[in-house]
């Protein structure tokens, strides 16, 4: 298959070259990825100004935007015609679990693969530092990409965490996204001119605790595969709820 690799951590992070060793030996892998890290930008497409895609060589280029942008691009097959069966973002450094999907730009580069018609996944394993057990996700979504592809329908991007411990073997879940609650604390200075210096630290992260989410499967040391919508919805109570006290006139 022909597979374009993405993230949001940059062209030189170690989780993107651990998954392109164990992809490209079997397939067509072509790397385009943010010249820097661009974690956090969730599915920002760069509209009013170019973007500079930068050969390094016949496999891999940088990229000044943003990770979707790295999609976007190259799904208008602007190298060599190249257009990919399947994308693949990552290996994050770090989870991307329920809300955090709002945000990553890992989650964001699979999201934009399927707005377009491209089986898209996101994976990431779920340490903040080091050790960090790329392999093992790696061989986890080089054994499973067929799968993947056969399984995928034009309405979702895949979105996939691995425990990043020490193991032979993982039990595979299938889950929802958690919600997840977020303690954080912002303090700023105001400067001579009255603007304010923002300071922002993320404390701990709490999430429901359901036992089909994505943040309960990796707690117990389960691989977690979410399918999730690409298409912004509301439950259907809450759409006859606003249909039923906002009639026309």
């Known amino acids: 298959m ?24 079997l397939h067509d892998v072509l790397v385009v990825a943010p010249a820097e890290e661009r974690s956090g930008v969730s599915n920002s497409i760069t509209f009013h100004k170019n973007i500079k895609i930068k050969k390094i060589d016949k496999n891999h280029y940088s990229c000044s935007g943003t990770p979707a942008d790295c999609v976007h691009r190259i799904l208008y097959r602007i190298i060599d015609g190249f257009i990919p069966d399947i994308v693949v973002s990552g290996i994050n450094l770090g989870p991307n679990l329920g809300t955090d999907i709002i945000y990553s730009g890992t989650a964001a580069a699979a999201r934009q693969a399927a707005i377009m018609g491209v089986p898209g996944i996101a994976v990431s394993v779920t340490a903040f530092k080091e050790p960090f057990y790329f392999e093992k996700a790696a061989i986890f979504i080089a054994d499973n990409i067929m799968r993947f592809f056969e399984n995928w329908k034009p309405d979702h991007f895949i979105n996939v965490n691995v425990p990043s411990i020490c193991a032979d073997n993982f039990e595979v879940m299938i889950t929802k996204p958690s919600k997840r609650f977020y303690n954080e604390e912002l303090s700023h200075l105001i400067e001579p001119d009255e603007s304010l210096d923002v300071s922002f630290n993320l404390v701990n992260v709490l999430h429901d605790n359901k036992n089909d989410t994505d943040s309960y499967a990796v707690e117990n040391n389960m691989i977690s595969v979410s399918p999730v919508y690409v298409q912004p919805f509301s439950d259907e109570k809450t759409w006859l709820s606003y249909k039923k006290n906002f009639k026309r006139k």
């Open 2 to 25: 022909k597979i374009l690799l993405t993230n949001d951590d940059g062209i030189e992070s170690p989780g993107l070259k651990v998954l392109e060793e164990k992809l490209s030996g």
